[in-house]
């Protein structure tokens, strides 16, 4: 089992930044894609960002390329999301998820280990 747990989240107003938080533990061997997903009130979840700890590769949802990105400590065993020009279309509960082997890297299903999420609201 792995244990999620996401920090980092809180307000600000649109163009600024924050960074997210996901603190893991428990056997995590095994366990190659980590992600970001949001889901704003009255709208499904959605995959933000993905990577891929064999290789680094990462992949970004169309809305957050070039603005948000991914990264991992592995030896502190926590994934990070720097979020910059933050919009207040980025207001979402956001979370951390990993997996094996997903279905599609940046689509909730395949994803096995979820965080309780950590809230993000973007003022204009």
């Known amino acids: 089992q792995v244990q999620l747990v996401e920090s980092g989240g809180g307000s600000v107003q649109a163009g600024g930044s924050l960074r997210l938080s996901c603190a893991a533990s428990?056997?995590?061997?095994?366990?190659?894609?980590w992600a970001w997903f949001r889901q704003a009130p009255g709208k499904e979840r959605e995959g933000v960002a993905c990577?891929?700890?064999?290789?680094?590769?990462?992949w970004y949802a169309d809305s957050v390329k070039g603005r948000f990105a991914i990264s991992q400590d592995n030896d502190k065993r926590t994934l990070y999301l720097q979020m910059n020009s933050l919009k207040p279309e980025d207001t979402a509960m956001y979370y951390c998820?990993?997996?094996?082997?997903?279905?599609?890297?940046?689509?909730?299903?395949?994803?096995?280990?979820w965080g309780q999420g950590t809230q993000v609201t973007v003022s204009s």
């Open positions: 998820a990993a997996t094996s082997f997903p279905t599609n890297v940046l689509r909730i299903d395949g994803y096995i280990y």
């Open positions: 428990g056997y995590t061997l095994g366990v190659y894609y």
């Open positions: 990577v891929y700890i064999g290789d680094g590769r990462s």
